[in-house]
Nanobody, 119 residues
Framework: QVQLAESGGGLVQAGGSLRLSCVASEPIGSAYTMGWFRQAPGKERKFVGA????????YYSDSVAGRFTISRDHAKNTVYLQMNSLKSEDTAVYYC????????????WGQGTQVTVSS
């Protein structure tokens, strides 16, 4: 399976911005879907957003739509999560994941990166 590694987490004040990166261990196939998830302490892991590697509009959860943006760099095998207007409720461990096709389950996961938003 493809290996994924997140980075870019840290401590940021409410209203600030942060960009997370997820680097794949090998080139990502055109049929892949790349997703972002997050898990707050004591909570279940929840979907944040996803994008098809070949293109198309990303999809976001209602809680982050308008504030978060997913982008990709094919040459660097990297997907990004730009987070703006951060709120304390965005505090969580953020994970990236990949699925071989748009219909497949996410079967590869990164180790996670902590994002803490202070109020």
């Amino acid at each position: 399976q493809v290996q994924l590694a997140e980075s870019g987490g840290g401590l940021v004040q409410a209203g600030g911005s942060l960009r997370l990166s997820c680097v794949a261990s090998e080139p990502i196939g055109s049929a892949y879907t790349m997703g972002w998830f997050r898990q707050a302490p004591g909570k279940e892991r929840k979907f944040v957003g996803a994008i098809m590697w070949s293109g198309g509009n990303p999809y976001y959860s209602d809680s982050v739509a308008g504030r978060f943006t997913i982008s990709r760099d094919h040459a660097k095998n990297t997907v990004y999560l730009q987070m703006n207007s951060l709120k304390s409720e965005d505090t969580a461990v953020y994970y990236c994941a990949s699925a071989p096709t748009r219909y497949a389950d996410f079967d590869s996961w990164g180790q996670g990166t902590q994002v803490t938003v202070s109020s």
